[in-house]
């Protein structure tokens, strides 16, 4: 018995460190960390994802903390509201750029789909007004080159604003089956969903109705650091 209260009181202290490094980090960025970031935290003291994974279910089951499955970063802290952080240099950098951090959130085929590296992913600041940053984006770095004729080029970063609709015709990040991500121009057709390249070598990716299917975003910017 006196092992097993040792036990859960270790969890508690453990589960509450993690709580405050997310805490901390949504009022600081505005999104909470994912997964990988937790584990290299050190002041979370957590050396795998599976370990980082149960204290979260443990703050899920406390209420503490929500967790989503339709989100790339799939936490929300109850009681995080967006307010002036701990961190004003930072907050006030950004603000003063006119900028948001975006989570770049891994790779994207733009070839065969390909699965998006969620948990490694990185945020970069950017500018409000260029792209016309609005509710929640994300960022994706292009693999392949089945959409060169618009000009998307393996390597390139698109900016995606995440919404789980699209319109035909525009160019979306799907997720395919749960894990396969790829970029595409997007046509309904009624018993089944057709996603086009821009690039006559690559053939059509048709989704049958008894595929898992989902629109993570749509298309609304690039970013490219070099030039050809």
């Excluded at 949504?26 to 999104?31: A, D, I, V």
């Excluded at 065969?112 to 990185?122: G, H, I, N, T």
């Excluded at 990040?173 to 997007?186: H, P, S, Y």
Aim: glycine letters at 6%.
């Amino acid at each position: 018995m006196e092992k097993q209260t040792k036990r859960l009181d270790k969890t508690i202290e453990k589960a509450q460190i993690i709580y405050d490094f997310l805490r901390d980090y949504t009022l600081k960025y505005g999104y909470p960390p994912t997964v990988r970031e937790i584990v290299d935290n050190p002041k979370c003291g957590i050396k795998s994802t599976a370990s980082a994974k149960h204290y979260l279910d443990v703050l899920a089951e406390q209420g503490r903390i929500v967790k989503s499955a339709s989100k790339f970063r799939a936490l929300e802290v109850v009681d995080a509201k967006r307010e002036k952080p701990d961190h004003p240099l930072v907050e006030d950098s950004l603000e003063s750029l006119n900028a948001t951090r975006v989570p770049l959130l891994g790779n994207i085929a733009a070839g065969q789909p390909l699965y998006a590296a969620v948990e490694d992913s990185k945020s970069y600041s950017m500018p409000n007004d260029f792209f016309s940053i609005k509710n929640e984006m994300f960022l994706l770095q292009v693999k392949g080159h089945s959409m060169e004729k618009v000009g998307i080029l393996d390597g390139d970063v698109v900016l995606v604003k995440s919404q789980p609709t699209a319109n035909n015709g525009q160019i979306i990040v799907a997720q395919i089956d749960g894990n396969e991500v790829t970029l595409k121009r997007f046509y309904n057709c009624g018993s089944y969903i057709k996603l086009k390249p821009e690039n006559d070598d690559y053939d059509d990716i048709i989704v049958r109705p008894d595929q898992d299917f989902r629109i993570l975003g749509i298309a609304t910017g690039l970013m490219r650091n070099h030039i050809m």
